[in-house]
């Protein structure tokens, strides 16, 4: 009997956290055997002791100190060791694992990215951010330690499925939605409220990824992941908007040939694929794809003027340096704010324009950062500007 998988979830209570535990739970013939080893929330205390308990894990950790007593309160007696704060955070994900689900959102991920990467565990990596802020360390960091990125959001999970002769790569090519507002008028996105915002056609997902999407800001981070990911640079990076969802991403190879993966809009298939890599294993009991059931598969450039968000990624990505970090931490405050009901949809990437020009527009800031250090250095002047320009604007 082979020995059993060993994973830890960090994001557990989100959508891609749940996700992968309920492929977890629902072990079927031919799959592998799962053993949780540490589960992380922010917040949601309840739904991380259940989680916990369900999944008998060694470990549970709640970044909010405060909700550490809660936490300790509801798995008393259960044998799952309660935990709190960044410190436990990085512990947890240090932990002996061979898969480390990256669930987190945000540059708030990238400490625990960081720490699963040093212990050399496969990374199943959903937390965009922290490749895009800290791509090149953490290629470095886990050339060191043997760890391998098993990247799970759907676009960059399909091109690492088809990915099988890099050097003859023309293009990658990442699909989109297209989100909420794929046909609306600008101005009708002027007066988009929170909740069309996070009303995805597609998929479930949390709000910041959800308003991201609406930006298609959540695109132009893909884009910027991808090329880290895959090392290839930004003109060989198409975007498409394909509004069913169905094809995931596709690459193109240099004989004329694109392959694509296609599937329905579901996290558990490529969270099932990296959970077993380098083998598959089944999902019973999932709906199937049929093509002729949906009859019809659309294909559209994405609207420049509607959706800047892309612009700015190409151009943060091109000139490298901080400039990723700068616009993610631009974004990650702007759309807080208009969770918060402060700004307007579209003040969105106008703030994280203001910021990465300002930012582009000093020749000394823009080096590569040469530690972590650095990028959070520069990740805090970007939140710092961004919440000065929004001050200004209210």
Not at 296 to 316: E, G, M, S, V
């Amino acid at each position: 009997m082979s020995n059993p998988v060993l994973v830890s979830v960090l994001g557990a209570t989100g959508s891609v956290g749940a996700s992968a535990l309920d492929v977890i739970a629902n072990q079927s013939p031919g799959a592998p055997a799962f053993e949780v080893v540490a589960l992380s929330a922010n917040t949601n205390v309840a739904g991380l002791a259940a989680a916990a308990k369900a999944s008998r894990a060694e470990i549970a950790v709640i970044a909010d100190d405060s909700l550490y007593g809660a936490l300790k309160d509801l798995l008393a007696g259960t044998g799952v060791v309660a935990a709190a704060g960044d410190a436990a955070l990085a512990e947890a994900a240090s932990r002996p694992a061979n898969v480390v689900v990256a669930g987190i959102v945000g540059i708030a991920g990238l400490q625990t990215t960081l720490a699963a990467v040093r212990q050399g565990a496969n990374l199943a990596l959903a937390n965009k951010e922290s490749m895009v802020c800290a791509g090149a360390l953490l290629r470095a960091e886990a050339t060191r330690s043997g760890a391998r990125f098993l990247p799970i959001d759907s676009e960059h999970n399909a091109i690492f499925q088809v990915l099988d002769r890099p050097e003859r790569v023309e293009k990658l090519i990442l699909t989109a939605s297209g989100g909420p507002f794929r046909n609306v008028s600008v101005g009708e996105m002027a007066l988009a409220t929170p909740e069309q915002a996070c009303a995805h056609p597609n998929w479930m997902m949390g709000a910041k990824i959800s308003v991201d999407s609406a930006t298609m800001m959540n695109k132009g981070l893909e884009l910027i992941e991808a090329a880290y990911l895959f090392d290839v640079p930004e003109p060989r990076i198409e975007v498409l908007v394909h509004p069913q969802s169905i094809i995931h991403s596709l690459v193109a190879y240099d004989d004329g040939s694109v392959l694509a993966q296609l599937g329905l809009p579901d996290m558990r298939t490529p969270i099932s694929y990296a959970l077993s890599w380098p083998s598959r294993m089944p999902l019973p009991g999932r709906e199937r794809l049929d093509l002729a059931k949906i009859g019809r598969l659309d294909f559209l450039p994405p609207d420049p003027q509607r959706f800047p968000a892309l612009r700015l990624a190409r151009t943060a990505v091109s000139e490298g340096g901080g400039a990723p970090i700068v616009l993610n931490g631009a974004n990650e405050v702007a759309v807080a704010a208009f969770l918060q009901r402060r700004i307007g949809f579209l003040t969105i990437a106008e703030v994280a324009e203001q910021v990465l020009e300002e930012f582009l527009g000093n020749p000394t800031a823009r080096h590569e950062p040469a530690s972590f250090d650095e990028v959070y250095e520069i990740d805090r002047w970007a939140r710092s500007r961004a919440i000065e320009k929004l001050r200004l604007a209210a």
